[in-house]
């Protein structure tokens, strides 16, 4: 449900970046997650209706995760944006299953 997701654009130089809070993002657990991770660099800025339309588009909420977003009118998924889209996947689920192996030990 994107009403209830925030918001994220990869672009073509490798950056992610997801909106700040008082622009409407939501202050939620997966979003705090990606901008917190050291192997991955996303940075909280201004997200324009232009940048959304030349970006990669992904959602993510505590439900779904990380789910990729086709936009009409927007940009093709690049498989540099793909692999950027991948690695922030991958490193978010294995940092979940250890958060979860820490509240259970």
């Keep these: ?3 209830a997701s925030n918001v ?5 130089d490798g950056d992610v970046v997801t909106p700040p809070v008082e622009e409407g993002a939501l202050p939620g657990i997966v979003r705090d997650k990606l901008i ?6 996303v940075v909280e800025r201004p997200v324009s209706r232009d940048d959304i339309l030349t970006g990669a588009v992904f959602l993510t909420n505590s439900l779904n995760g990380l789910r990729e977003a086709i936009l009409r ?3 093709e998924w690049t498989s540099a944006s793909r692999k950027i889209f991948d690695d922030l996947a991958t490193d ?9 192996e820490a509240k259970i030990i």
């Design 1 to 3: 449900c994107a009403a």
């Design 8 to 12: 994220f654009v990869i672009f073509g």
């Design 36 to 41: 917190g991770m050291p192997s991955q660099f």
């Design 73 to 75: 009118g927007g940009r």
């Design 92 to 100: 978010y689920e294995s940092q979940k299953q250890k958060d979860r």
